[in-house]
């Protein structure tokens, strides 16, 4: 299909079902970037550096992804970028009402880039970053979740 997509996200941390979403896009896209954002109804656990470190490392091997972080509007970032799309994962029902809410304000904002979005694998329609450290956090087995490095990560944070 070709085209410059920004996969963006809190990814506080990044989880298998992240990694899905992002793998999808960069056979799609010619150009993914996975952006860290603020989400202001969140109080992240890992700085933006250690987030953006975490993704690199996953991502690694993909050659058409490139991870960085933007303070302000997903809209700003899509233009310095040149991207013409937004990709966004979908898990459930409930995400769908949110959703709807941030794309139609994108939309607004820009309607030159096109929001589409990817249904998570079944497997993780139940994974958020938040179960992650949750479990994380009282010692619980994550590693059907998140890949080794963002184990450890976790671990260090609680430990
Ligand atoms: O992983 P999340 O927390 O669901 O991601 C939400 C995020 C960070 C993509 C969203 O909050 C965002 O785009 N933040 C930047 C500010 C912005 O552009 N908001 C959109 C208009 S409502």
Do not use: W
Not at 28 to 55: G, H, M
Not at 68 to 95: E, T
Not at 122 to 144: P, R
């Amino acid at each position: 299909m070709g085209g410059i997509a920004v996969c963006p996200g809190s990814f506080d941390p990044i989880t298998y079902g992240h990694l899905d979403i992002i793998k999808r896009a960069a056979k799609v896209f010619e150009q993914v970037y996975v952006v860290v954002l603020n989400n202001s109804s969140k109080k992240p656990l890992f700085t933006v550096e250690e987030r953006i470190q975490l993704i690199e490392e996953v991502t690694k091997d993909l050659k058409n992804v490139k991870v960085d972080s933007f303070q302000g509007l997903l809209m700003d970032y899509a233009k310095s970028v040149n991207a013409n799309a937004v990709i966004r994962g979908l898990r459930a029902v409930s995400d769908f009402e949110y959703e709807m809410q941030i794309t139609s304000m994108n939309r607004v904002l820009n309607d030159e880039v096109e929001t589409f979005f990817i249904m998570t694998n079944n497997q993780y329609s139940f994974l958020s970053s938040s179960i992650v450290k949750e479990v994380a956090k009282y010692n619980g087995d994550i590693s059907e979740l998140v890949p080794d490095t963002v184990e450890k990560a976790l671990k260090n944070k609680f430990s």
